[in-house]
């Protein structure tokens, strides 16, 4: 079989252009800083896969919040080729019999995405998880309807809880670091994955928070806590909270909602606000019930999002440390 002359080829972005672009986009948030994903590129097409090894069995049975933490760098994958003049063809799910396999990529040539786009694709590297107690986010009303039209396309609701419900929330917080405390198995997986340096992977103790500091946000996941200090010490915090839900609850949804959770991340750090992502609530079922009676429309919460302004401190949150791309990044090369 011949090919057709007039067939137009196949545009594909350089190795080094896709290179690049994942070790940007690897800088996307996941649960404990797992990085749970894998790229594989074929010639032309990009696939995304989970990496079953940094499953967490105790914190994630069911592998939700991993899917999550894949979604939130396929959105940023995206954005980044987008910024970069390349749109992409995503279709998700691609194989019922490869439940790793979460996503296919193929691209076309776009030399004019949305403005709003590239203004994205400069706050992956800006934006921090910031466990610290936070401001009011400054200019949050402004900014609530772009995160809800970035949301939109994915089927997630974004929800804005109102100031009343913190004081439940923080003690559905407690409450669930106290039932967690008690779980071996979860202290195991959790100081596994947090508080120890020179590894490329996990928590850093840079990126802990001290019992005092903590105590002031209130709402939280308790992870091994940082050596005493009282950074922000006149602030209480004061982040919006803001949920994402999803009208059911299955692996593409999840996959969705980190796309959308991406999304808001961005938006947020572009705006020069900070922000938390947290999961621990929506793990257990009694959280989960108290949140979706908080929200205003009938659905399953997902992710949990503290959105506050931070003071002129931006080096008390340094950088997470992220794989290098041989461990994320493997090409198929033609027999």
């Not at 390349?86 to 040539?109: G, K, M, N, S």
């Not at 407690?174 to 590894?199: C, F, K, N, P, V």
Request: hydrophobic share 40%; proline share 10%; with cysteine.
């Amino acid at each position: 079989m011949t090919v057709d002359d007039d067939e137009p080829a196949v545009s594909v972005p350089d190795r080094l252009t896709i290179q690049a672009v994942i070790r940007l986009a690897a800088r996307a948030p996941s649960v404990h800083n797992t990085q749970p994903w894998r790229w594989v590129l074929d010639g032309t097409r990009l696939h995304l896969y989970t990496d079953a090894d940094r499953l967490l069995p105790s914190t994630d049975p069911f592998g939700r919040q991993l899917v999550i933490s894949c979604g939130t760098m396929l959105h940023h994958v995206r954005t980044t080729f987008a910024d970069r003049g390349w749109h992409t063809d995503t279709v998700r799910r691609p194989d019922p019999q490869r439940p790793d396999h979460l996503a296919t990529i193929e691209f076309r040539q776009w030399p004019d995405p949305p403005a709003g786009v590239h203004i994205r694709a400069l706050a992956i590297d800006q934006r921090r998880t910031d466990r610290l107690p936070l401001a009011e986010p400054e200019g949050f009303a402004d900014i609530l309807p772009r995160m809800r039209m970035l949301t939109s396309p994915h089927k997630v609701e974004l929800s804005v809880l109102d100031e009343s419900a913190r004081p439940r929330l923080a003690a559905a917080s407690q409450q669930a670091g106290a039932l967690r405390r008690e779980d071996m198995l979860y202290q195991t997986e959790l100081h596994w994955w947090a508080g120890h340096s020179e590894t490329p992977e996990g928590v850093p103790p840079s990126a802990l928070v001290s019992d005092a500091e903590f105590a002031r946000v209130g709402v939280g996941r308790p992870f091994p806590s940082a050596p005493h200090s009282m950074r922000r010490a006149q602030l209480d915090d004061h982040a919006r909270l803001v949920v994402l839900s999803t009208d059911a609850d299955s692996v593409t949804h999840w996959l969705h909602t980190g796309e959308a959770l991406s999304a808001v991340l961005l938006e947020c750090a572009a705006a020069g606000l900070a922000t938390c992502a947290l999961t621990h609530i929506t793990e257990l079922s009694a959280g989960r019930k108290l949140l979706a009676n908080l929200i205003p429309r009938p659905g399953t919460p997902q992710v949990l999002i503290r959105v506050g302004t931070a003071p002129d401190d931006s080096g008390l949150v340094p950088p997470t440390p992220r794989r290098p791309i041989t461990d994320i990044f493997s090409v198929l090369e033609p027999h």
